[in-house]
């Protein structure tokens, strides 16, 4: 079909979106995630398609508008090729049908709430009162001993296992209804980011979106931590100290904190990265930034062919950012798998080979029960981490995923 577009044809574009991004603009189909930066003659383009004139029609008036020379005809297999085309000369233009999104029912009027620019300000409330309480009375403050709330480890990581993944689904599913409230699809799912297995949430689309409203859709999970901790700090206050509840509650402020500075692990694509990509207006910071990385250690290595550098091609203002970034990738990737070796594998190896230990004969039954725990939890999150890995190896990775 891309090779067989006539200048006489009229192409149908599927319903696209349009959002001006300094000299440039973001057009792509809110369906499927996919976008493109243009020129505005590109746009231009796009709009005489969409009004019904042929290849020829839109090249010759471009032409004249212009006094240029454009290439109209591969502009439209471009277009083909990003998956924007419905019909050619009508004759509908095979393309896979947009991934489902989660929670289909869940409407944009429905959660048009998020947007609001009220909820900033209760939630900075909601953080004060908090921080107000530890200052009166900082005996609640939690300390890392808050964690081990129960001498039994079944019930701390059962706790700290279900806890995590319930906070790590309502952080998600904040990214998902405000991308909804815009009109973005987004869709929840597993994946691997290094070592840590994660839910993310696809929120391609967002790009055409207001700074606003992109900022709240990469902000909302952090800020969704943010106040489970500061609620369970207010309720910690109205609970008696050595209670199961309090203990527990001491445990969830901490539970809720904690994902909070891996956000920050910018070199990972985290909600943090992606406020980093809009503020420093680059369009793709970490696959700029590994393309970089590589260049610099060829260069070092003085391996040869020696390329050419690939952050020459960006604009002026994409170019420091991104050599900056290249740095931060490689150096907190190599902290992250040395912590890796040092650390994770062998403290979770040694809980396992303990609880193992505890599985024998000659072992009360509440010992053996949890260990049983310690083996399903832990060996547990290992396989879903290797099944999520081996899955991820086979999709492609879409723009947005905090």
């Given amino acids: 079909m891309t090779e067989g577009v006539a200048p006489s044809a009229r192409v149908r574009l599927h319903p696209l979106a349009a959002r001006r991004d300094g000299d440039e603009w973001i057009v792509g189909r809110v369906a499927t995630g996919d976008f493109v930066a243009l020129p505005p003659v590109g746009v231009r383009a796009v ?12 090249s010759a008036r471009l032409t004249a508008e212009t006094g240029e020379e454009l290439d109209t005809l591969g502009f439209v297999r471009d277009l083909i090729g990003l998956g924007f085309v419905a019909e050619v ?11 489902p999104p989660t929670f ?8 048009r709430w998020t947007l609001s620019p009220v909820l900033p300000p209760l939630l900075g409330a909601l953080v004060l009162a ?9 005996g609640l403050l939690p300390g890392y001993r808050s964690l081990l709330w129960n001498p039994h480890g079944s019930l701390v990581l059962g706790l700290g296992f279900l806890a995590g993944w ?31 297995l994660v839910m993310q949430t696809d929120i391609s689309g967002i790009e055409l979106a207001s700074r606003r409203h992109r900022m709240t859709a990469y902000l909302a999970g952090m800020a969704v931590n943010v106040a489970v901790s500061a ?19 001491a445990a969830l402020v901490l539970l809720a904190v904690l994902p909070l500075p891996f956000q920050f692990m910018v070199f990972m694509r985290t909600d943090v990265y992606f406020v980093l990509q809009d503020l420093t207006g680059c369009r793709d910071l970490h696959g700029d930034g590994r393309a970089y990385a590589r260049y610099a250690a060829r260069t070092i290595t003085r391996r040869r062919p020696r390329p050419a550098d690939p952050s020459l091609e960006l604009p002026a203002r994409e170019r420091q950012a991104v050599r900056i970034y290249s740095a931060v990738l490689v150096v907190g990737t190599a902290l992250c798998l040395a912590t890796l070796a040092t650390v994770t594998v062998p403290t979770d190896v040694t809980m396992l080979v303990r609880a193992a230990a505890r599985l024998g004969p000659g072992h009360p039954a509440l ?10 939890v832990l060996g547990g999150a290992q396989l879903m981490w290797l099944l999520t890995w081996w899955r991820g190896r086979r999709r492609r990775t879409p723009r947005r995923l905090t």
């Avoid at 000369?89 to 991934?99: A, D, H, L, Y």
């Avoid at 107000?132 to 009375?137: E, F, G, Q, T, Y």
Wanted: hydrophobic share 50%.
């Fill in 367 to 376: 010992d053996r029960l949890d260990a049983a725990v310690v083996l399903a």
């Fill in 231 to 249: 609620t369970a700090v207010l309720l910690l206050a109205r609970t008696g100290a050595g209670t199961t509840a309090h203990r527990v509650l």
């Fill in 89 to 99: 000369g009508g004759q509908p233009v095979p393309s896979p049908e947009p991934p």
């Fill in 166 to 196: 319930l906070l790590l689904l309502i952080h998600e599913c904040a990214h998902l209804a405000v991308a909804r409230a815009t009109g973005v699809p987004a869709r929840i799912r597993l994946g691997t980011r290094l070592q840590f």
């Fill in 130 to 138: 908090a921080v107000l309480v530890l200052l009166r009375r900082p």
């Fill in 47 to 58: 709009e005489m398609l969409r009004d019904g004139l042929s290849v020829a029609e839109t």
């Fill in 104 to 111: 289909p029912r869940l409407l944009p009027r429905h959660v």
